[in-house]
């Protein structure tokens, strides 16, 4: 039977890069100078820590991130904001998690939603990605255009992978 995997996967080398490009140019900006900020990639490249010492910094160095995320391919959708919080010496700092891999919550909303649309297809969770099969390819097309229109509202960034015949 046709298939297709749904993923939810954030490229780790453009992720690496689009972070060494916004160090270097918070360290070159003049609105910068003497801020003592920094963006941190963890080393399981989980999550993205944001410094600075003060809050309006922190937002600024978050959104020169997210520029040259956009910028490189990197879906925001991927990303989940802590709110920021004060740390010790008058800093600020801002957690970012990376979402690699669909969670449950979501792979049942998407499972619901091929359910609710009629479509003739059917949706199975396998771990972190979930596995769409139908009779033919035009279904599964019409699932694929189903998931983009609704990938906003489900604040989830998708990937469709292993299409098969």
Do not use: H, W
């Not at 993205?48 to 520029?67: C, G, I, M, P, S």
């Not at 599964?140 to 983009?148: P, S, Y």
């Amino acid at each position: 039977m046709p298939s297709f995997d749904v993923v939810s996967k954030i490229d780790l080398a453009e992720l690496d890069n689009a972070v060494n490009q916004a160090k270097k140019e918070i360290t070159t900006r003049y609105d910068f100078q003497g801020a003592q900020a920094d963006i941190v990639l963890a080393p399981d490249k989980t999550s993205l820590t944001v410094k600075a010492n003060t809050e309006d910094r922190v937002q600024t160095a978050k959104e020169v991130l997210l520029a040259k995320l956009a910028k490189r391919g990197i879906s925001l959708l991927a990303l989940e904001y802590e709110p920021i919080e004060k740390t010790g010496l008058s800093n600020c700092k801002q957690l970012i998690k990376l979402q690699q891999g669909i969670p449950v919550e979501k792979s049942k909303e998407l499972v619901k939603l091929l359910k609710d649309s009629k479509m003739k297809v059917q949706g199975s969770i396998q771990a972190d990605q979930l596995r769409v099969t139908g009779k033919n390819k035009d279904d599964l097309q019409e699932a694929i255009a189903l998931f983009r229109r609704e990938a906003d509202r489900l604040k989830l960034d998708m990937q469709f992978t292993n299409f098969r015949d």
